[in-house]
């Protein structure tokens, strides 16, 4: 079973594929591919994945990108049991809903900051995309209304590939999360429950936002 994963570390995607790995217990050989030297744009690389994204993962020849597709087909896969991601339809829908709102909503908001930030120089957060990103915090306290995670009362892979964005949105690009109890209790309760927390989310997020601190202060 080689497992190769195309990443880099500071990217949040590719910590949620790492918090998914650490919750199925399964190891993979890192290929990194550093972004600010735009090594993904690598004939290489895009022989791969032509969309040239990490992470991007090769499981035997077989090559699956998105952090969100790689996670269910990691599960799906290799899961002892589907606990991270429900068989069950209409528990799956809701995983698979916040999965789109990682991808459509809190991903592409943290990204309306970052590009611009980390690759055309901008000093600044303006204060309308914090806002943005609020308002979709706002979103995220109510999924979390009588849950304790996204999509019911387990850890699935919604809180494993959401953590990773929200984590970054908060502590890199201090959108602060105070006026969202729920948010702020769900992130502690990720912190401490997700397996691997602090191996596979932190050392990445603490790069992440040392490049952030490097363009803001
Ligand atoms: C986003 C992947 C992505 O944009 C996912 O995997 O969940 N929805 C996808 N990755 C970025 C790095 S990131 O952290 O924003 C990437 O690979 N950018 C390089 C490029 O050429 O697009």
């Not at 790689?70 to 899961?79: E, H, Q, R, S, T």
């Amino acid at each position: 079973m080689p497992l190769d994963l195309y990443c880099m570390d500071p990217s949040p995607p590719n910590r949620a594929v790492y918090l998914c790995l650490e919750a199925l217990g399964i190891e993979v050989n890192k290929k990194p591919v550093n972004l600010f030297k735009k090594e993904q744009l690598s004939p290489e690389f895009t022989k791969i994945n032509p969309q040239h994204t990490v992470p991007t993962l090769v499981d035997d020849g077989f090559v699956i990108w998105d952090s969100h597709a790689i996670c269910a087909y990691l599960v799906n896969k290799y899961g002892k049991d589907d606990s991270l991601y429900p068989k069950d339809p209409q528990k799956r829908a809701i995983v698979d809903q916040r999965l789109h709102f990682d991808t459509g909503i809190l991903f592409t908001r943290l990204r309306d900051i970052t590009f611009p930030l980390l690759f055309l120089k901008c000093k600044e957060i303006p204060e309308d995309k914090k806002q943005r990103a609020r308002d979709a915090y706002a979103f995220l306290e109510t999924f979390l209304e009588g849950n304790d995670y996204l999509a019911g009362n387990n850890y699935t892979i919604a809180d494993i590939c959401c953590i990773s964005t929200v984590t970054s949105l908060v502590e890199a690009l201090r959108v602060s999360a105070d006026d969202f109890p729920n948010v702020k209790a769900w992130i502690q309760r990720c912190k401490d429950n997700l397996p691997g927390y602090q191996e596979a989310n932190q050392p990445g997020l603490n790069i992440f936002k040392g490049a952030v601190d490097a363009e803001l202060d």
